[in-house]
């Protein structure tokens, strides 16, 4: 009864204006053209050049999807507010415990990338959404409608202090306006909201070490990728970025290009060398030690740009304080 309560309570939520005056948000704002020019290095990058974007896209068609930083501020993406910065992670459908493990260490690991408070929900049904049979498969395994989810299941279940609701299934997703075999999942920004698809997941952890870390590697890079879209950053056409690969590649990064980072910073407003310094300790804990390596250097670069610390003087004493030190105790 508790969790039926709950869901009603969350379709009764109305959406979120996109424009917030500076007062309302939830940090102040950023000033990201002020930052050192080294918080947004290209030296750890890879230039993948618009043709060889995994969208299939030309190059010429590839222009048109480019989004300058000054172009998404004048969006005017959603953003956190007092009353709503929290993000919530919905697992849909069928689930089991490995699923809820790796749930677990996304919401931690969402809460250092995002630097933003992240909330686990119950799970809720699929119910029937439009489906159709998965593109050559042999076991009868079914696709379901990324977006009508995002939209229909999803959406309505936002709660009253959400930013946004990430929604995470293990059934494959399909868009049906896309003519692809299949989808990562489906993203909007009014209000802030996604579905992403884990498929292929396995029911139990693999057998080696090796296996499980990749597995969970490709579980945070996938939550990462849904949750930054929510915050109206399209997808990167110029660098190995997040939000640039194929999720099924080999070189997909989990790591944002230094211009959706800024995008990130300014909408967001963390620190981030603290950002940095709390995602090398959780790469490190986690054994990602190529993630970990990675934020090191980049850490470096960043620091090295800051100005030394000065050495804060002694506070003057009081007239009475320093008259009474100069003059010695009489009996």
Known sequence: MRTIGWLIACMLVGTLSAAQPEKELYRPQVDVEADPPAFYSLKLYEEIGLAKDAGGFTEEEGKRFVQPFLEYVASKPPRQTHSRHTIYILPVGPTNELFWKHLRTTQIFLE?????????????QLGSPPSRPQPGSEDNVRQYDSDYICDFI????????AFSVLGFTLEDLYAPDRDWHGALGSWQIRPPANICTLWPFPESA????????????????????????????????RYRCL????PWGGQW?????????????WNVGFDLVKRYEALRQFYARMGMKDEAAWIVKRLQECREALPAPTKQAAPTPAPEEKEKRERPDTP
């Open 243 to 246: 939000l640039s690969q194929d």
């Open 206 to 237: 693999p057998p080696s070490d090796p296996d499980h870390l990749q597995l969970l590697a490709r579980t945070l890079r996938i939550a990462a990728r849904g949750a930054v879209h929510t915050f109206g950053i399209e997808r990167c056409r």
């Open 154 to 161: 999803v959406k309505p279940l936002r709660p009253t202090d």
């Open 253 to 265: 990064s989990i790591h944002l290009c230094p211009e959706c980072l800024k995008k990130l910073r």
């Open 112 to 124: 250092t990338y995002l630097t933003l408070p992240v909330k686990l929900l119950p799970a809720v």
